[in-house]
């Protein structure tokens, strides 16, 4: 069954450095969104992007982060300059069609900021 | 603000019993859709209701959907030990390209 990869599954960086977290979203699937979950809390939404470029993002998703679809393939986040509250679980996810058809998320990859 | 929440926070039931969760929104959607997640681990699609539907089944999950008031819930039947887990609602506006978490619910299947 197709599956939402994300690579790695844990990252440690110190603060300040620049992080890439990649992802390989379903093959057929055109949204491509990123989620992060802060341990214990909510999963709360950063962007969502289709036919190469943002078609919405939150409050969260300031300078410090950008997205990218490098190739065919590979949709990436990156986070310029990171601080010791980025640290969290960065879910990818990716949809077929919009916002009626079912999202299906990566594994995550745990990001952790010293 | 707060869109899904999911009622109760924490549920704890025995092996063969059935487990009901709810989930109530602020927002006309165009649908919701309910996940599961194991301690620290992916977010596993379950079930995708749309605003014109009122009950879906997948297996042993039974979801329905009110839109007048604003709910749904997520029934799960003979629940089982590796049922265990966080569970949680998704809803998705019309015109959005997001979909906003509710804070979820545990819960625990004892066998």
């Known amino acids: 069954e197709p599956e939402v990869t994300q690579t790695p599954s844990h990252q440690v960086t110190q603060m300040g450095q620049e992080v890439i977290l990649r992802c390989v979203p379903i093959?057929?699937?055109?949204?491509f969104y990123w989620y992060r979950q802060i341990l214990g809390q909510k999963v709360e939404f950063l962007v969502s992007?289709?036919?190469?470029?943002?078609?919405?993002k939150s409050e969260i998703f300031d300078d410090q982060f950008s997205v990218e679809r490098p190739d065919g393939s590979n949709f990436t986040l990156k986070i310029r300059s990171t601080k010791l509250e980025d640290s969290a679980m960065y879910f990818c996810?990716?949809?077929?069609?919009?916002?009626?058809?079912?999202?299906?998320f990566g594994q995550g990859t745990r990001l952790t900021v010293v | 603000s707060q869109q899904g929440e999911e009622d109760p926070q924490a549920l704890s039931i025995q092996e063969g019993e059935n487990a009901t969760m709810n989930c109530s929104y602020k927002t006309s959607i165009n649908n919701l859709q309910w996940y599961r997640q194991n301690s620290g681990r992916g977010l596993v699609h379950l079930i995708l209701i749309r605003s014109n539907e009122r009950e879906k089944h997948s297996g042993r999950l039974r979801v329905t959907l009110d839109t007048s008031k604003k709910s749904s819930s997520l029934l799960i039947t003979a629940s089982r030990a590796a049922d265990t887990a966080s569970y949680f609602c998704a809803t998705s506006d019309a015109g959005t390209y997001k979909y906003i978490f509710g804070t979820g619910t545990r819960l625990k299947v004892l066998a």
């Open positions: 093959s057929n699937h055109l949204y």
């Open positions: 996810a990716s949809s077929e069609g919009g916002d009626w058809t079912e999202a299906f």
């Open positions: 992007f289709y036919n190469n470029e943002i078609s919405e």
